[in-house]
């Protein structure tokens, strides 16, 4: 693939709630997205013997491995696909990391099983790791949830925005264990306004893509990029021309043309509004 373009979706996929995920499935599929990234599996703030996806009335796993989330979830999940989408994501937020770290400690048959349901029964391609404890030991959740992914045959992906040596040393674990690191969500927003992708190019053997990724409204610091600042941004990396608002980023502009394997943005939910104008934004600044 050439370069992808991906968003993190929330409660919009999931039936209930008054959402609609099959229209939201048509507006994904009308649009240039490659790459949906759904976000994200939680420990559950009221039981944490389970995982909910996103938010507490959505638990979808427990400690003994079931699937114990909507019964039309699978279905729905097969119809993802269609339009540009040729892959699929479910990330794993910090402390849902911990929990499978725990539970493949504590049972790791159960643990396998919640991967093997991820990717055999909704049809993942692969997870991605937002974990943002900053543990990187060899017996971390990270870790330990990257090796039972392989295990399983799922892909990986994660979302850094600081920590380049020990993210480099993570691409490069999954690669010798046979592991496939599909790309990286370079988090250039929020804690990660002043990432350029470029610094984080040519990591790992074979070298993994750095999907750069974007947010229209974001704090810590604060992040907003209009439309146009995102086509300007995505320019100025993958061109070396233009300038960008530092609301939207204040890294130091590249002047030569920067390796970037496509894009993101942080989150589906802050652009639903306007979720054309943005991926067509993401898409005209990659030139994609």
Not at 119 to 147: H, R, V
Not at 171 to 183: F, L, M, P, Y
Not at 227 to 241: C, E, I, K, P, R
Request: one cysteine or more; a negative charge; glycine letters at 12%.
């Amino acid at each position: 693939m050439s370069m992808r373009l991906a968003v993190y979706i929330g409660n919009e996929l999931y039936p209930g709630g008054g959402s609609d995920p099959a229209s939201t499935i048509r507006q994904l599929q009308n649009s240039p997205l490659t790459s949906p990234i759904l976000s994200l599996l939680n420990l559950d703030g009221k039981d944490n013997s389970q995982l909910v996806y996103n938010n507490t009335p959505n638990a979808v796993y427990n400690t003994s491995g079931d699937y114990i989330g909507d019964s039309t979830w699978p279905s729905i999940l097969a119809t993802l696909r269609g339009g540009n989408i040729v892959e699929a994501y479910l990330s794993f937020s910090t402390n849902g990391t911990a929990f499978m770290g725990q539970l493949i400690s504590q049972n790791p048959t159960a643990a396998q099983n919640i991967l093997s349901h991820i990717k055999n029964t909704l049809g993942f391609d692969g997870i991605d790791i937002d974990d943002e404890s900053g543990d990187f030991s060899s017996n971390s959740p990270l870790y330990a949830l990257s090796d039972a992914a392989i295990t399983a045959g799922l892909k990986l992906t994660a979302a850094p925005f600081v920590l380049q040596s020990e993210w480099r040393a993570w691409i490069n674990h999954v690669q010798s264990k046979g592991g496939t690191v599909a790309w990286l969500n370079l988090q250039c927003y929020a804690g990660g306004k002043g990432n350029n992708p470029g610094d984080w190019s040519g990591m790992g053997n074979p070298a993994v893509p750095i999907v750069a990724g974007t947010c229209s409204n974001c704090k810590n610091p604060q992040t907003t990029c209009t439309t146009t600042s995102v086509q300007a941004l995505y320019t100025l990396w993958t061109s070396g021309t233009g300038s960008v608002s530092g609301d939207c980023w204040a890294g130091t502009p590249n002047k030569t043309p920067q390796a970037i394997g496509g894009g993101f943005i942080w989150t589906f939910g802050s652009i639903s509004s306007n979720f054309s104008g943005y991926m067509t934004a993401m898409q005209t600044g990659l030139n994609a």
